[in-house]
């Protein structure tokens, strides 16, 4: 049984599909990459704990 070319629109939604693939594995590693970068700065400001002053009874706001 002979197989049969495959219609101009699917060729061209393939090449769509394989890019919009690519597109979206780079979003994804990109999150990873921000995501790991951050982790492994533990003395970045994001987290460092707030200097928090403890409030006794007569302190007023």
């Known amino acids: 049984?002979?197989?049969?070319?495959?219609?101009e629109l699917h060729k061209?939604?393939?090449g769509r599909n394989a890019?919009?693939?690519l597109t979206?594995?780079?979003?994804v590693a990109l999150i990873f990459?921000?995501?790991m970068v951050k982790l492994s700065n533990?003395?970045?400001e994001d987290h460092k704990a707030p200097n928090y002053v403890p409030a006794t009874a007569g302190d007023s706001q």
């Open 42 to 44: 533990p003395q970045s």
């Open 19 to 21: 890019w919009l693939g």
């Open 33 to 35: 990459a921000v995501t």
């Open 12 to 14: 061209r939604r393939a």
């Open 1 to 7: 049984m002979a197989m049969r070319e495959d219609h």
């Open 24 to 27: 979206l594995g780079a979003f």
